[in-house]
C-alpha cells in the first residue's frame, strides 16, 4: 500500500513470514494525521494475517526516523476538539501497536524527537545506530509528551523519562537509550542495522507464532487501561496546543 506524498507514504511488503511497513514523510518523517491514521489502520490489518509472523517498521531515507507530529498541522489546530482529535491519531497508533498480535521490530536508523521517541519504545524489540539520538521536546513549545509518556516510561522507566522530558532541549544519545533500555542493540552504520534487523526477523520467524503471541502479552501485561488513558493524555496536548505560548513557539 502506498499513500500520496502530500501525506506521506506508507508501502507494505511482505516476505517469508514478515511484514516489512515503511512510513515517510518529506519532513523528517513527520507524521500529518491521515499518516498517522494509516500506519494504524496497516498494523490492525496486519495483526490478523495468519500468513504474517512479524512486522518490521521502519522509515524512509537516512536522516531522521522521526520527528513526531506534523508542525504544520499543530500550527492549524484551532479548537479544543481539534487537537484531541489530532494528539489522539498518536494515541491510537501506541494501542494499535500494544495490542498487535505480531511482534514488531524497530528499525531505528536516525534521530527520533517527540512521538518518534513513543513510536520506537512502544516496538516490542528495537534496532537502532549511533545516529539514533533522541529528544523529547514537548515543553519546549508549551505541551508535554503526554500521549507518549507510558510507552517510554515502560521501556525506559519513570526517572529517565522525567529526565528527558525536563531536559527539553537536549539530545540522549543512542548509548543512552540502549542503556536505558529504548534500544536492545546499537550499531555503527546502516547497512549494519539492515544486517541486525534482517537475521533478528528472520530468526522470530521461525518460531511459533502463537508462542510469539502469548509472549508479547506478557510484555504487555497492565496496559489495558492505556486505551482510556492515551485518549486522556490526548485532550490534555489537545487543550494545550491552543496556548500563546504554544502558538509563538511554533512559528519560530
Known amino acids: 500500500m502506498l499513500t500520496p506524498d502530500k501525506n506521506g507514504t506508507l508501502l507494505t511488503t511482505i516476505e517469508n513470514k514478515i511484514a516489512t511497513v515503511q512510513f515517510g514523510h518529506p519532513a523528517s518523517n513527520s507524521f500529518p494525521r491521515v499518516l498517522l491514521d494509516r500506519l494504524t489502520n496497516e498494523l490492525t490489518f496486519l495483526s490478523?494475517?495468519?500468513?504474517?509472523?512479524?512486522?518490521?517498521?521502519?522509515?524512509?531515507?537516512?536522516?531522521?526516523?522521526?520527528?513526531?507530529?506534523?508542525?504544520d498541522e499543530l500550527l492549524a489546530v484551532s479548537t479544543l476538539e481539534e487537537g484531541t482529535r489530532f494528539f489522539s491519531g498518536f494515541a491510537n497508533l501506541i494501542n494499535a501497536m500494544r495490542t498487535c498480535k505480531k511482534i514488531i521490530v524497530g528499525r531505528i536508523h536516525g534521530k527520533a524527537v517527540g512521538g518518534g521517541v513513543g513510536?520506537?519504545?512502544?516496538?516490542?524489540?528495537?534496532?537502532?545506530?549511533?545516529?539514533?539520538?533522541?529528544?523529547?521536546?514537548?515543553?519546549?513549545?508549551?505541551?508535554?509528551?503526554?500521549?507518549?509518556?507510558?510507552?517510554?516510561?515502560?521501556?525506559i522507566g519513570k526517572m529517565a523519562m522525567s529526565e528527558m522530558a525536563l531536559d527539553a532541549h537536549e539530545w540522549k544519545s543512542a548509548s543512552w537509550a540502549h542503556q536505558k533500555g529504548l534500544f536492545a542493540k546499537i550499531v555503527n552504520s546502516q547497512e549494519e542495522l539492515d544486517k541486525e534487523v534482517v537475521a533478528f526477523s528472520r530468526k522470530l520467524a521461525l518460531y511459533n507464532p502463537e508462542a510469539l503471541y502469548e509472549i508479547k502479552k506478557v510484555f504487555w501485561e497492565g496496559t489495558a487501561h492505556w486505551d482510556k488513558l492515551l485518549k486522556e493524555r490526548a485532550a490534555i496536548s489537545g487543550k494545550l496546543v491552543l496556548s500563546d505560548f504554544t502558538k509563538n513557539a511554533l512559528i519560530k
Open 48 to 71: 490478523d494475517n495468519p500468513e504474517i509472523s512479524v512486522i518490521v517498521l521502519k522509515s524512509e531515507g537516512t536522516g531522521a526516523f522521526c520527528a513526531g507530529a506534523s508542525f
Open 119 to 155: 513510536i520506537a519504545a512502544a516496538c516490542d524489540y528495537a534496532l537502532a545506530t549511533s545516529e539514533s539520538a533522541i529528544k523529547l521536546s514537548e515543553l519546549a513549545i508549551g505541551i508535554g509528551p503526554f500521549v507518549i509518556e507510558p510507552a517510554v516510561s515502560r521501556k
